[in-house]
């Protein structure tokens, strides 16, 4: 009857560290995710994305004088010059601080998730633990009365080890997209050069606003959940060993199928919320 409990028991061990890292995840920044190995190449790949910006940022300069201004009278102007003049420097400044840009964004909504958790008042998640009336219950069934109960444990626990990895793999895909965009940045951020390319920077700063605002969402579920998980589905002792084991693993599935749904749509739910 060990083996039972222990299968249950090692499931909810991996739920629960799974569940213990995103906590530790959700307040790690890019540059310490990993020992910072990781953002160490991001940097250098963004300078070398640089120089390839600055010369794009020409390009859409150029581009947009030609498709905003008539002829090039109205270029002599002053009033068109300095504002040619304007767009171009604060589009170079975006490009060359934009790595600043980006991590002052990630650190505002860094604090919206440090604000949320110090609300709530959770150190971290509540553990999911197996009641001690269905250890006992399954401890003293017969052999031949156990066997289904291996069945239910199996697919139960199956499922509980499925959903952990599935949960913590959509958080670990955040980080992921944020090296992406940091990587990637300056070519995007050099469409502000001109007025009719500048739309393409401003979703992409919108985007990345999104993938940071994924963490305050992520936060949120673990909360609701770890406000789900101090009150454990409600064990009949009175049912039979399978039966029981059946009602909580099918009720504590439940509830954690609302969370890993709630993680995986965290980007959709942040673009419905904020519109981008």
Same mark, same amino acid.
């Given at each position: 009857?060990?083996?039972?409990?222990?299968? %249950?028991?090692?499931?909810?061990?991996?739920?629960?560290?799974? %569940?213990?890292e $995103?906590?530790?995840?959700?307040?790690?920044?890019?540059?310490?995710?990993?020992?910072?190995?990781?953002?160490?190449?991001?940097?250098?790949i963004?300078?070398?994305?640089?120089?390839?910006?600055?010369?794009?940022?020409v390009?859409? +300069?150029?581009?947009?004088v030609?498709? /905003?201004?008539?002829? =090039?009278?109205?270029v002599?102007?002053?009033?068109?010059?300095l504002?040619? +003049?304007?767009?171009f420097a604060? !589009? *170079?400044?975006?490009?060359?601080?934009?790595?600043? &840009?980006?991590?002052? $964004?990630?650190? $505002?909504?860094?604090? #919206? !998730?440090?604000?949320i958790?110090?609300?709530?008042?959770?150190?971290?998640?509540?553990?999911? #633990?197996l009641p001690?009336?269905?250890?006992? !219950?399954?401890?003293?069934?017969? =052999? =031949?009365?156990?066997i289904? &109960?291996?069945?239910? /444990?199996?697919?139960?626990g &199956?499922?509980?080890?499925?959903l952990? =990895?599935?949960?913590?793999?959509?958080?670990?895909?955040?980080?992921?997209? %944020?090296?992406?965009?940091?990587?990637?940045?300056?070519?995007?951020?050099?469409? +502000?050069?001109?007025?009719?390319?500048?739309s393409?920077?401003?979703?992409?700063? *919108?985007?990345? !606003?999104?993938?940071?605002?994924?963490?305050?969402?992520?936060? &949120?579920a673990? $909360?609701?959940?770890? @406000?789900?998980?101090s009150?454990?589905?409600?064990?009949?002792?009175?049912?039979?060993? #399978?039966?029981?084991?059946?009602?909580y693993?099918?009720? @504590?599935?439940?509830n954690m @199928?609302? %969370?890993?749904?709630?993680? *995986?749509?965290s980007?959709?739910? #942040?673009?419905?919320?904020?519109? @981008?």
């Amino acid at each position: 009857m060990n083996w039972i409990v222990e299968n %249950l028991q090692n499931s909810l061990n991996t739920w629960n560290n799974k %569940l213990n890292e $995103i906590w530790s995840l959700i307040s790690t920044s890019p540059e310490n995710f990993k020992g910072g190995m990781i953002w160490n190449v991001i940097l250098n790949i963004n300078g070398g994305m640089q120089a390839i910006g600055l010369a794009l940022l020409v390009l859409f +300069f150029v581009v947009g004088v030609m498709k /905003t201004c008539g002829n =090039f009278t109205e270029v002599k102007k002053p009033e068109h010059a300095l504002k040619l +003049f304007i767009r171009f420097a604060i !589009a *170079k400044a975006i490009v060359t601080y934009g790595l600043e &840009l980006m991590m002052a $964004i990630f650190s $505002i909504v860094q604090g #919206v !998730a440090s604000t949320i958790i110090n609300s709530a008042g959770l150190g971290g998640a509540n553990q999911s #633990v197996l009641p001690n009336e269905m250890i006992t !219950a399954i401890e003293e069934t017969s =052999f =031949f009365e156990s066997i289904p &109960l291996w069945a239910v /444990t199996l697919i139960g626990g &199956l499922f509980v080890t499925v959903l952990s =990895f599935i949960m913590i793999l959509s958080v670990y895909g955040r980080f992921f997209k %944020l090296y992406l965009y940091t990587a990637i940045a300056p070519i995007p951020l050099s469409t +502000f050069a001109g007025e009719p390319t500048q739309s393409v920077g401003k979703n992409f700063l *919108k985007s990345y !606003a999104g993938v940071c605002l994924e963490g305050a969402i992520i936060v &949120l579920a673990c $909360i609701i959940f770890s @406000l789900f998980a101090s009150s454990p589905p409600v064990v009949n002792t009175n049912a039979s060993p #399978v039966t029981m084991v059946w009602q909580y693993v099918g009720e @504590l599935i439940f509830n954690m @199928l609302i %969370l890993v749904g709630t993680i *995986k749509a965290s980007d959709r739910i #942040v673009r419905e919320m904020m519109g @981008l």
